[in-house]
């Protein structure tokens, strides 16, 4: 098992900003791509960014690009969220891949992170 924990989550309003944080309490998570995923309430759960071990090679679904920025720094990955509007209102997820680089497919994602609630209201 690796333990993602995932913080940062919360209510704001449209326009605003938020950053998420998730961090592998194991610390071994440093040579594996991660990703954020999100699902709103009776949808599918989504691709939102992802980023290889080094954070070299970043990918963006295109609802969040020029949005969104994803890092890494070894075993933590972040999230920051700007120009935030209501339809990106979900619970958001961390996870890690298998490989060193990943993109938009859930079954290269074998761990999860229990997921931190965020809500933008118009």
């Known amino acids: 098992q690796v333990p993602l924990v995932e913080s940062g989550g919360g209510s704001v309003q449209a326009g605003g900003s938020l950053r998420l944080s998730c961090v592998d309490s194991r610390r071994t998570s440093g040579n594996n791509a991660m990703g954020w995923f999100r699902q709103a309430p009776g949808k599918e759960r989504e691709f939102v960014a992802a980023?290889?071990?080094?954070?070299?090679i970043k990918n963006y679904a295109d609802s969040v690009k020029g949005r969104f920025t994803i890092s890494k720094d070894r075993s933590t990955v972040y999230l920051q969220m700007n120009d935030l509007k209501p339809e990106d209102t979900a619970v958001y997820y961390c996870?890690?891949?298998?490989?060193?680089?990943?993109?938009?497919?859930?079954?290269?994602?074998?761990?999860w992170g229990q997921g931190t609630q965020v809500t933008v209201s118009s």
């Open positions: 996870a890690r891949a298998r490989g060193s680089v990943s993109g938009s497919a859930r079954d290269a994602y074998p761990y």
């Open positions: 980023v290889s071990w080094n954070g070299g």
